[in-house]
Structure formats: C-alpha cells, structure tokens
C-alpha cells in the first residue's frame, strides 16, 4: 500500500511566521506534487517535483517555495504566512508520468489544515 | 480556462438508487481519466480509472463512462450508500502528450447520499 503522511493535520499560524509543511512518502515515487483545497476551487497545484532538487512551480505559486533534498521528501514553505492562506494542504506523489504505460495516478496524503491568524 | 469541467456542485441521491456525475474537457490531447473521492478533512482517496482506448470500466458498484466525440465521462455508483457521500473529483491526464505526470482536476461534485 502507498502511504503519504503528512507532518501536521491542523496547524494555527499567526500571520507573518514561516511555515513548514513536511510530506513523506514511502513508495520510492519521483514525483511528488502539493495542492490546497478551498471550497468552490477544488485542487490547485502550488509546486511540483519530479525528481530530487528539482522543483517546477504549478498554477499558484505565489508566496510559496519547496524543497526536495531526498527523494521521499517533499517541503512546502511559506516564507510569511498570510490570512489568505488559510487552506487545506494536500501532498501527493506518483511514478514518473509520461507515455502511455503509464496511469499518471497520483496518492494523497490526508491532508493539513492551516489557518493564519 | 478550465479544461476540466464538473458542472453540477452538488448532488442529491437517495440510498439505493443511482448516482451519476458528470464531467467534461477541452483538451483532445486527454488520454487518462481517473475519479478521486474525498471525505471532509481527509485526502482525497483513488477511485478508478479508464484509459481514451476504452469507453467502459467497472469496478463494483462503480462504473466510469468514457464519450470520447463529446468530450465527456461519467461515474456511475450503483446502488448509492450513505457512506458514499463525499466530494468527487474528475481528472484528467495527457500521458502521450507530455503531461509529464501532472494531472488537471474538476472543481468536484459533493454527493449525498440519503437514507
């Protein structure tokens, strides 16, 4: 079984702090991704990895950054969290995409809830 | 622009009978379509899948409907159970079109199922 873990599931911030969220995976997947959920916007991709210190911005970068320095780990930072985002976090991890032997199915972690104060 | 679109917000079914959700996209380069299910608080879980060379896939109460001319898929849940009350996502994959394992999601449909 795949398994994602997520280092918090909920989170208080005041606004300003740096934040980290940690994901793990122990699949041995290369690529790794982070969302947030909010209500009426479904998923929005934030960054992505394909492989160890690399990192791709998704469709909502904006005052975020990632690292990858091993290949089960995947870190989200806010470098000084906002009140807009106040969101639900999500990590996912997949094998490597492309061609058609592949699914592109990605697993989930069970998410983090964040709230800046 | 939204490439991969789920209509209808919210759906109301009562247990026993059939639920249906929809789901449509633009781009023809789509190859892959998967269904995830969320419970509040909690991540979204995988359900099935169906690849552009097949418009059927079943996997217990759950079917995956593929209509490749229009553009559109369906998941079928037969019967609805109570405990299938969740958000349903739509996703979609463009695997020979360089999608390089990224997926494009729906906003998702939340399910009720009633007793």
């Known amino acids: 079984d795949v398994k994602v873990t997520q280092s918090s599931r909920y989170l208080v911030k005041r606004t300003g702090e740096k934040v980290f969220l940690e994901c793990v995976q122990d699949?041995?997947?290369?690529?790794m991704f982070w969302y947030r959920q909010d209500p009426g916007l479904g998923l929005r991709l934030i960054y992505f990895?394909?492989?160890?210190?690399?990192?791709e911005k998704g469709d909502i970068p904006e005052g975020y950054s990632v690292s990858r320095e091993k290949k089960e780990r995947f870190s989200l930072i806010l470098e000084s969290a906002s009140t807009n985002q106040t969101s639900m976090y999500l990590c996912?991890?997949?094998?490597?995409?492309?061609?058609?032997?592949?699914?592109?199915?990605?697993?989930f972690g069970p998410g983090t809830r964040l709230t800046v104060l | 622009d939204q490439q991969v679109k789920q209509n209808s917000p919210s759906l109301s079914v009562q247990e026993g009978r059939i639920s249906i959700l929809n789901c449509d996209y633009t781009?023809?380069?789509?190859?892959?379509f998967l269904w995830y299910k969320k419970y509040p608080a909690e991540g979204p879980t995988f359900l099935i899948s169906?690849?552009?060379?097949?418009d059927k896939n079943e996997d217990g109460r759950f079917t995956v409907f593929l209509n490749k001319s229009a553009k559109h898929l369906s998941l079928h849940i037969v019967p609805s159970q109570p405990g299938d009350s969740a958000v349903y996502f739509c996703?979609?994959?463009?695997?020979?079109?360089?999608?390089?394992?990224?997926?494009?999601f729906g906003k998702g449909t939340k399910l009720s199922v009633k007793p």
């Open positions: 699949m041995d997947h290369e690529n």
């Open positions: 996703a979609a994959s463009a695997r020979y079109g360089g999608s390089q394992g990224n997926l494009i």
């Open positions: 781009n023809s380069m789509f190859d892959y």
């Open positions: 990895s394909y492989d160890v210190k690399m990192k």
């Open positions: 169906i690849s552009s060379i097949k």
């Open positions: 996912a991890s997949s094998f490597v995409g492309g061609g058609l032997t592949s699914t592109d199915t990605q697993y």
